[in-house]
Each structure stands twice: as C-alpha cells, then as structure tokens.
C-alpha cells in the first residue's frame, strides 16, 4: 500500500476513533431528565397526590423532580394528613426531604389559602407556581413539566382569564399549533389509548360554529408529528370522529359531514398517502374498537394508532370511563414536555387522605417516557432530529 493510502487510512482511523470517543462522553454525560412537579391548586387535592406520589421510590427511578411551590402550604397538607386519626395508610414524602423552588406568597394571600376550600388566594397560587416553572423549563433547568391540577374558575377570581393551563404554556413557549392529547396504558393488555381533541375548553353550542378544514388540518398535523416524535410511529393509523350521531347519515341528521368533513378528508388521503385515515367513524360506534382492546380482545393490526375527537367530551367520556385513574393529559407542539393527570381539584375531599396518586404517578412516568425517547431522536452533535423533517 502507498504512503498516501496508509496516510489517508491513518486519518480516517484517527477521526473515526475521535467521533467515538466523543459519543462515548456524550452518553456519559446524558443524565436522568429533570422534571418540574408543580402543586397546582393548593387548596385541593395537588399537594396530596405530590406528597404520596413523591413517596413511592419508583418514580425517582428515571428521573430527578423539583417541586415548585410554597412549602408552608406542602408542610400543612402533610402534618394535616399525618395528624389524622383514622387517616387511610399512605406512605407521605416529607416535605423537607424534598427538592422545592420557592414560590413565595404574600401573607394576605396565604393566610386565605385553607385545605378544601378554594378562593381566589388558590387560584392566584396555582398560577404563580405555573408561571414559575415555565420560566425556568424555558431557560433549559427543566426538560419536562407535571402540573397537578387547578380551578379554571379561580383563575379568573384571581384576575388570569385563560381557558386553563394548556393555553398560558402556549403562550408562554410562543406557539399556536398546540392540542390536548390524552394518553393511557391498559393494565389488562398493554395497549396505548391516545385521543386527541380538535376543539377543547368551548361551550357546545361553538364546536359547529369553530370546527372547519384549516382547524382539522392543523390538529391532525400536529397529532403525526407527535406520534413521530414522541412515539415512534412513522405511519399511523388514525381514526376521525364524525360530529353528528351516525355522522350525518347522508345530511338527514347534520350536513357538517356531507359540507366539508368528508371532503377535507378525501383531500388529506390524497396529500399524506403514507397515513391510514378512517372516518369519519361515527361517535357512537369509534370507540367500540379502543374498548374493547383495553379490556382484553386487543389485536394491534385491527385498532388504530390515535384518535381525533371534534369536541372535550366526546373525546374524554370515553377516555374517562376506560382510564380515569390512568389517562394523562399531555400538551403537544410545546418545546418542552408538558403531562398533567385527567382530573380536576377534588375540593371536596381535599386533605382526607383519600386522593388517587395514580395518575398523577402516571404523569410522570409518562414524562420521563417522552423526554427520554426525544432525546433519543436527537443527533448528538447538531441538535436535529433524526430520520424525517417533521
């Protein structure tokens, strides 16, 4: 062989073992996502459902947590829970073992604060440790954010005139492509149940009057590039709600069908040739397949890969009714992690000790899932994601 072959050969060695030893470091230095755990509305069940899933070590496993929030109030709910005589056993994380940002209120506000009754003074709370978090996941301390749940109604008692918690998060991260998916495992078969929603926090008489085909596009785009990017799933099978019983039945029962959801299909078939879109299913019967995978006759080639719901609660009676204490409500198109549990406050039996930890157990899990497969796709040494522009 010539000088310049050994020469160049040397120099392809040299670099080759240089890129290795780069990614070696790089995989050496990948530490556990970091994750941002707020405590919601603290006159509710939030603080109750961090301390106990806190608690449960499996939840560490993956991951390091934070807690943001005002740890008098996270100390209150824990002597309250501990005082109690005939308290349900539930193992509780001590506050001060516990790493916490600050949130500081002012002594008016806190004083108001009282374990079970929500006001004004929660709801100012809630959204100050929501704010908080944002700030600093935006800054890159955080990769994911758990928000445990708040009042949208004492939001607004407090001043903060926003339809919930998903829409301040995009505003904040500055998008609008955003949704509301929601995501749970079955515990009897192991298949993953994920629905989004077209249209999300309206009153029932607007979903006719906002529903067209440039909203469905968007949420549809939205729906494959996060089961690209979060899932692993390259060509989906998704299913579409119709809005009308029977979908329409030909216009006899509504025209929106006939108007423009079944072109807008037929169109988004000819565009994205690559996707198996069925519909529009009509509501009464598209979770009958989803049903019946989760309980048991669950046949992967048969089921489809996500469903697109036209409004909340056709989208979540059903989520609700197969996985209340698993569903996870995850944000989709922030730059950032965002997972939350599928229920509300519980003022009424806030501090009894008798709050659900799972799904708030599930939110993480689901976080850690998600960032770790993201970080995944990500090219070490340039930023971009693998495989397909998305």
Same mark, same amino acid.
Request: glycine content about 8%; overall charge negative; hydrophobic content about 40%.
């Given at each position: 062989?010539?000088?310049?072959k050994?020469?160049?050969?040397?120099?392809i060695?040299?670099?080759?073992?240089?890129?290795?030893?780069?990614?070696?470091?790089?995989e050496?230095?990948?530490?556990?996502?970091?994750?941002?755990?707020t405590?919601?509305?603290?006159?509710g069940?939030?603080?109750?459902?961090?301390?106990?899933?806190l608690?449960?070590?499996?939840?560490?496993?993956?991951?390091?947590? @934070?807690?943001?929030?005002? /740890?008098? %109030? &996270?100390?209150? #709910?824990?002597?309250? *829970?501990? =005082?109690? !005589?005939?308290r349900?056993?539930?193992?509780?994380?001590?506050?001060?073992?516990?790493?916490?940002?600050?949130?500081?209120?002012?002594?008016?506000?806190?004083?108001?604060?009282?374990?079970?009754?929500?006001?004004?003074?929660?709801?100012?709370?809630?959204?100050?440790?929501?704010?908080?978090?944002i700030?600093r996941?935006?800054?890159?301390?955080?990769?994911?954010?758990?928000?445990?749940?708040?009042?949208?109604?004492?939001?607004?008692?407090?001043?903060?005139?926003?339809?919930?918690?998903?829409?301040?998060l995009?505003?904040?991260?500055?998008?609008?492509?955003?949704?509301?998916?929601?995501?749970?495992?079955?515990?009897? @078969?192991?298949?993953?149940? /994920?629905? %989004? &929603?077209?249209? #999300?926090?309206?009153? *029932?008489? =607007?979903? !006719?009057?906002?529903?067209?085909?440039?909203?469905?596009?968007?949420?549809l785009?939205?729906?494959?590039?996060?089961?690209?990017?979060?899932?692993?799933?390259?060509?989906?099978?998704?299913?579409?709600?119709?809005?009308?019983?029977?979908?329409?039945?030909?216009?006899?029962?509504?025209?929106?069908?006939?108007?423009w959801?079944?072109?807008?299909?037929?169109?988004?078939?000819?565009?994205?040739?690559?996707?198996?879109?069925?519909?529009?299913?009509?509501?009464?019967?598209l979770?009958?397949k989803?049903?019946r995978?989760?309980?048991?006759?669950?046949?992967?080639?048969?089921?489809?890969?996500?469903?697109?719901?036209?409004?909340?609660?056709?989208?979540?009676?059903?989520?609700?009714?197969?996985?209340?204490?698993?569903?996870?409500?995850?944000?989709?198109?922030?730059?950032?992690?965002?997972?939350?549990?599928?229920?509300?406050?519980?003022?009424?039996?806030?501090?009894?000790?008798?709050?659900?930890?799972?799904?708030?157990?599930?939110?993480?899990?689901?976080?850690?899932e998600?960032?770790?497969?993201?970080?995944?796709?990500?090219?070490?040494?340039?930023?971009?994601?693998?495989?397909?522009?998305?």
């Amino acid at each position: 062989m010539g000088s310049n072959k050994q020469q160049k050969l040397r120099t392809i060695l040299a670099a080759t073992a240089q890129m290795s030893s780069k990614l070696q470091s790089l995989e050496q230095e990948q530490k556990p996502p970091n994750l941002a755990i707020t405590l919601g509305d603290p006159a509710g069940i939030g603080p109750e459902i961090v301390l106990k899933a806190l608690a449960d070590s499996s939840v560490w496993k993956n991951c390091s947590i @934070t807690v943001i929030g005002t /740890r008098s %109030l &996270l100390q209150e #709910t824990y002597h309250q *829970l501990q =005082q109690m !005589p005939d308290r349900p056993e539930a193992t509780l994380a001590d506050p001060d073992s516990l790493s916490l940002v600050e949130v500081p209120l002012d002594q008016t506000t806190e004083r108001q604060i009282t374990i079970g009754r929500g006001n004004a003074a929660s709801g100012a709370a809630s959204f100050a440790y929501l704010q908080e978090a944002i700030a600093r996941t935006l800054t890159g301390e955080f990769q994911a954010i758990v928000t445990a749940p708040i009042a949208k109604s004492l939001w607004k008692a407090a001043g903060h005139n926003y339809p919930g918690q998903t829409e301040v998060l995009a505003q904040r991260a500055g998008v609008d492509r955003f949704g509301m998916l929601f995501v749970a495992r079955s515990p009897h @078969t192991g298949f993953t149940l /994920r629905t %989004l &929603l077209a249209t #999300t926090h309206i009153p *029932l008489s =607007q979903v !006719p009057l906002i529903l067209n085909p440039q909203l469905m596009s968007l949420k549809l785009d939205l729906l494959v590039d996060s089961l690209h990017n979060d899932f692993g799933i390259d060509m989906p099978k998704i299913a579409i709600s119709g809005l009308n019983p029977h979908s329409g039945e030909e216009g006899q029962l509504g025209t929106e069908e006939k108007d423009w959801l079944i072109p807008w299909l037929e169109e988004e078939r000819k565009k994205s040739p690559q996707l198996q879109l069925i519909g529009p299913v009509p509501p009464d019967t598209l979770w009958v397949k989803p049903g019946r995978a989760w309980y048991g006759n669950y046949q992967q080639h048969n089921i489809a890969d996500a469903y697109l719901a036209l409004y909340h609660d056709q989208g979540l009676i059903p989520v609700k009714l197969m996985a209340f204490e698993r569903a996870i409500n995850t944000t989709i198109g922030l730059p950032f992690i965002r997972t939350s549990p599928d229920h509300g406050t519980a003022f009424d039996i806030a501090g009894q000790g008798i709050a659900d930890p799972s799904s708030i157990k599930e939110a993480i899990n689901l976080a850690v899932e998600l960032t770790t497969y993201r970080s995944k796709i990500i090219t070490p040494l340039t930023g971009e994601l693998n495989g397909e522009d998305r």
